[in-house]
C-alpha cells in the first residue's frame, strides 16, 4: 500500500480520458502536484492509503475547468456599458477608461477578482491576453491559480506599456524569461488581431514564441468589420491571412471565430489551430454566431471562453457551455449538435490542449497535475439524477462547486477561497469602483 | 407612525413600477398580505414603525420572478433525454414516461421540487399547464407559492384523468370551482396546443373561461411542423386560425410564439395576446428562435417562460433573461435590443400582466401582494457594481437569492426554504428516479 496526500472519493468520476465513460464510485489519488491514479474507489483504495480522504458522496469528481479566452482585468469594467453596439461600447466606453485606469496596481487587484470568480466557479486554469501579465503572473503565483499569460502586441505605442510597438516585444520577451519553466504560469505571446497587427508584427511574433517554444494567442475573424478591413487590407479574409504569411500553426489558439468560410473551417483543421469559442461574448456584443458544429465536424479542436467580464459579463465556463449547448441547437435547428459529453469535452481536455496544457491538466490521468473539481449533487435543481454529463452542462451553477485543488492545492474549500481573503477583494473592487464612476 | 409587520431595508430598490428608477438606500413596508408602502428608507422610517425590520445592506430588493410557461411536475424527467430530435424525445421518451408515471402521488411530490426550485431561484409565481392541478394547488396552499393553474384540454382521452374529451371540461370547472377567489391558486384553462384541440375545444376553453372570468393559457406556434400542420388542417397559420375562431383575447397567454409572420405578430398585439417566451427550451429543442425584438416593437406584451424542466433543463427565470437578452442581441447583430431593464421587466411587471395578475404582483406598489426577492451583492461575480438591472440580467444566480416573501409570508430565507423540507424534497425525487430507472 502507497502512502499518498489525497484520495478524493467520488459517487461519479468523469476523468474525461478517451471513452468518456462515468466511473460509479470512483476514486482519485493525488501526491504532490500530481495525479497518482484514478479509478473506482474499491481499485484505488486497495492500492493507497492517505490521511486525507475527501469524502465524496453526493458528489461529482471532475478536471477543472478551462477558460481559454480572457482578459481577467477587464472583470473591473464588468457593467459599465451594455447593451450597446460593439464600436461605442468599444470605443466610447472601454478604451477610455483601459486608458485610464490602466496600470500594474489596477492589474494586481483586478486579477484577484478574476481568479476568485473563477476558481469558485471550478476554472483552475484561464489563458489570458492582456498587459502587464508579469503582475498577473505573481498574483498567480499567490493565488495558486494556473494561467497562460499572453502578452499584448499591437501596432501603435500604449501608455508606458509601450512607447514604440518594439517594446511589446522586449515585455514578451521578458514575460517569458521570467516565466518559463514555472509550475503554474505559462508565458505567451499574444498579437491583438489583424486589424491591430501588421503581417511583420505577427511573424515577428510567431518566431519569438518557437524561439522559446511558448504558446501563440490571438483574436481571429471575430466580426464582420474585421474580415472587411482585412480583405480592405490583404485582399484575403483573415483566417487565409494569416495562413498565407505562415503564422498558422498548433501553436496557435485564436479567439472567436466567428466569421469563417468553410475554406478556411479547413485550414483551421489542417494547421492545427485551437479554436477558443466564446459564446456569450459574441452574443452579447452582436458580433455573431460561430459556426462551431461545423469546426467540430471539420475536426477543428474548439474549446470555451469567456472572454473579458466587460462583454459577458460574468467568467463562469458552466454558463458557457449550458449557452453553447442550447444556441448551436437553435440555430442550426438541430437538438442533436453540441450534446453534453461534447460540452464538458471541450470545456477540460480540449481546452487544454489548445492553449498548449494537454500533457498538464485537461482530465484526470496519471502524471497530469491535480486539478480537480468537486461538486455537490445534493440540490433541487440537480435532482433528479439520470445523466452526470446533462446536470454538468445544462443545470450546475457556480454555486454547486464546492472543493477546487489546483496543482495538487486545495485553494476552495466547501465553496470558499483558501489563498484569497473574499471580503477584502470585493472592498478593494468597491473601492475601485468608487474611483472609476466619479470620473 | 403606523406599525406594519414588516419593513425591508434595501441598497438598492427596483419597484419596477412606471420609469423603472432605482431607489438607493430604499425600503418597503409590508403588512399582512399586502404591500403597503415603498420608498427611499428615510421616507418609509418616518411613516412607520415594525418589529421586523429586514437588514438591505449590500442587498437589492425587486419584485418576485414570474415564471410564465411551465409543466412543473416535469421537474421529474429533468435531464432523462437530451440531445435529441424534438419528435424522438416527445415520443420515445417523454410521452411513455408521462403515460407510465403520471399521477395524482407524482405530481404531489414533483411539484415540491419544481416549487422548492422556482422559491429558491426568486420565482414567486408560476404559470402551468398540466394535469392533477387540483393536487397542485394543495401542494401550493402548503408551500405558499403563488400558481395559475391551468388544466390541460385535448382532443383524445388520457389515462383516467379523461376517459372522453369532455372530462377535460369537466375537470376545468372543478378545478374553477375549487379554487376560484383563492389567493395564492388562480385556476386556468388551457387548450394543449393547434395540433391536439380541434376548433370547438378552444372555443368551449374560452367560453368557460369567460364564464367563470379565469385566465385561459395554450401553446402557440412552437415549431414548424404545427405551422404546417394547422395550414394543413385549416388553411391558415396557428394565430390566424386561433383568431379567426374568436379564441384570442388578453385573457390568453400563449406560450413559445416561435413561427409568427409579420401580421400574426400584429394580431397578438391587437388582441393583447400575452406571450411567454420560452428561449431556453426552444433552443434545447431546435424549434427555433422567436421574433422577441420585433414583438416588443409590436407592441405585445412578452413576459418569460422556463417550460419543463425535461426542455430546459432547469426553471430559472435568471436564466433565461440572460439567455434572451444575449441570444437575441447575438442573432439580430443588434446589441442594443433586449437591455437589462426590458429583461427584468418582462420577467417581473409583464409576467404578472400577461398570467391575469397585473393587479396582484409583479411589480413593487401599495396594494399589491407582497411578492418580494431580496438577493445578495456582496459576491465577487457581482462587482464591482456600476448598473444594478445590468448584474441582475448578466451576472446574477439564483444562488444570489437570500431571502423570498410570497404573499407577505418568507418562504425562502438566508436561501433555505422554510416551508418545505428540502431533504425530504430531494429524497422523494431520488425515490422516483430510483423507480424510473428501475424500468
Redesign the interface.
Known amino acids: 500500500m502507497k502512502s499518498v496526500d489525497y484520495i478524493i472519493k467520488a459517487d461519479y468520476l468523469l476523468t474525461m480520458e478517451v471513452d468518456l465513460s462515468v466511473i460509479r464510485d470512483g476514486a482519485v489519488a493525488v501526491t504532490g502536484s500530481d495525479i497518482t491514479d484514478a479509478g473506482t474507489f474499491q481499485d484505488i483504495s486497495g492500492k493507497y492509503t492517505s490521511e486525507k480522504i475527501i469524502d465524496g458522496r453526493n458528489r461529482v469528481v471532475f478536471p477543472g475547468l478551462i477558460n481559454t479566452h480572457s482578459h481577467a482585468a477587464m472583470v473591473?469594467f464588468?457593467?459599465?456599458a451594455?447593451?450597446?453596439?460593439?464600436q461605442v461600447?468599444l470605443e466610447q466606453h472601454i478604451w477610455p477608461n483601459e486608458m485610464k485606469w490602466l496600470s500594474s496596481e489596477f492589474v494586481a487587484d483586478a486579477v484577484d477578482?478574476a481568479c476568485?470568480?473563477m476558481l469558485?466557479?471550478g476554472v483552475t486554469t484561464y489563458s489570458d491576453m492582456y498587459f502587464f501579465q508579469n503582475t498577473s503572473g505573481k498574483q498567480l503565483q499567490k493565488i495558486g491559480m494556473r494561467g497562460v499569460l499572453g502578452s499584448g502586441i499591437i501596432d501603435f505605442p500604449w501608455k508606458d506599456v509601450a512607447e514604440t510597438p518594439d517594446d511589446y516585444f522586449t515585455n514578451c520577451e521578458e514575460l517569458i524569461n521570467a516565466w518559463k519553466g514555472n509550475e503554474l504560469v505559462t508565458p505567451c505571446v499574444a498579437p491583438h488581431a489583424t486589424f491591430t497587427c501588421s503581417p511583420d508584427k505577427y511573424i515577428r511574433a510567431k518566431e519569438l514564441a518557437d524561439k522559446y517554444d511558448v504558446p501563440l494567442h490571438t483574436h481571429l475573424a471575430e466580426t464582420q468589420y474585421e474580415v472587411a478591413e482585412c480583405r480592405k487590407r490583404y485582399g484575403k479574409t483573415p483566417v487565409e491571412h494569416l495562413d498565407s504569411i505562415g503564422f498558422l500553426s498548433e501553436r496557435v489558439s485564436a479567439a472567436h471565430c466567428v466569421w469563417l468560410t468553410d475554406r478556411e473551417i479547413e485550414i483551421l483543421a489542417e494547421k492545427k489551430v485551437g479554436v477558443a469559442h466564446c459564446i456569450?461574448s459574441?452574443?452579447?456584443?452582436?458580433?455573431?454566431?460561430a459556426p462551431l458544429p461545423k469546426m467540430l465536424n471539420a475536426g477543428v479542436k474548439v474549446a470555451f471562453g469567456t472572454d473579458g467580464a466587460a462583454s459577458?459579463?460574468?467568467?463562469?465556463i458552466l454558463g458557457e457551455m449550458s449557452?453553447a449547448?442550447?444556441?448551436h441547437?437553435?440555430?442550426?435547428?438541430?437538438?442533436?449538435v453540441v450534446?453534453?459529453r461534447t460540452a464538458l469535452l471541450m470545456a477540460t481536455r480540449n481546452g487544454a490542449e489548445i492553449v498548449g496544457l494537454g500533457n498538464k491538466t485537461g482530465s484526470i490521468r496519471p502524471g497530469k497535475k491535480a486539478d480537480i473539481v468537486i461538486a455537490n449533487l445534493?440540490?433541487?435543481?440537480l435532482?433528479?439524477?439520470?445523466?452526470i454529463y446533462?446536470?454538468i452542462t445544462?443545470?450546475m451553477?457556480?454555486?454547486d462547486i464546492e472543493t477546487v485543488m489546483v496543482n495538487g492545492k486545495i485553494v476552495v474549500d466547501k465553496g470558499r477561497a483558501t489563498t484569497l481573503d473574499?471580503a477584502e477583494?470585493?472592498e478593494k473592487?468597491?473601492a475601485?469602483?468608487n474611483k472609476?464612476?466619479a470620473t
Chains 1, 2 share one sequence.
Open positions: 473591473y464588468r457593467g459599465i451594455d447593451d450597446l453596439p460593439l461600447w477578482l476568485l470568480e469558485k466557479a456569450e459574441n452574443l452579447k456584443l452582436a458580433s455573431g454566431i459577458n459579463n460574468d467568467l463562469s449557452t449547448a442550447k444556441v441547437k437553435g440555430v442550426s435547428m438541430d437538438a442533436t450534446d453534453s445534493d440540490k433541487p435543481h435532482s433528479p439524477l439520470y445523466d446533462s446536470h445544462y443545470c451553477r457556480p454555486g473574499e477583494v470585493i473592487a468597491k475601485w469602483q472609476i464612476q
